[in-house]
């Protein structure tokens, strides 16, 4: 737990409640290279720890706009076994069972990744069967 982070992100969800989630994340960084370490810094969260839970919040949000890059996502998962997209899709839905804002921003994220033209029909299938 950084505080730091979670006093930035507490800010960043002060913002979206102020000025909407769809405008604030225009603001954040959309490099390609963003998208795994975005990625571990939500494997790294708690998801029973209630107090951070505007972290899991912000960066979900910002998963959700890095899903969005107009390059195959296979080309940026740096895993040899290429897991990225069935590991985000994991973790968008053990999010879409939180109560609260974190399922919002988990929905926003799923629903980006599940409109890319490159995703894969199993992972598209495995999800409509979840």
């Not at 990225?84 to 053990?94: E, T």
Request: net charge positive; with cysteine; glycine share 4%.
């Amino acid at each position: 737990r950084d505080p730091k982070l979670h006093r930035l992100f507490q800010v960043v969800y002060a913002f979206c409640k102020v000025r909407g989630r769809k405008h604030i994340v225009k603001f954040f960084p959309n490099a390609a290279a963003d998208l795994e370490p975005v990625l571990r810094l939500l494997h790294r969260c708690d998801p029973a720890d209630h107090v951070t839970w505007e972290v899991r919040y912000g960066a979900l949000l910002w998963l959700s706009m890095l899903s969005l890059v107009p390059f195959d996502l296979s080309t940026i998962d740096s895993t040899a076994e290429g897991t990225l997209v069935p590991d985000m899709v994991r973790l968008c839905q053990a999010r879409l069972a939180d109560a609260g804002p974190t399922r919002d921003a988990a929905a926003m994220c799923v629903a980006g990744l599940m409109k890319r033209p490159d995703m894969d029909q199993t992972v598209l299938r495995d999800f409509m069967r979840w």
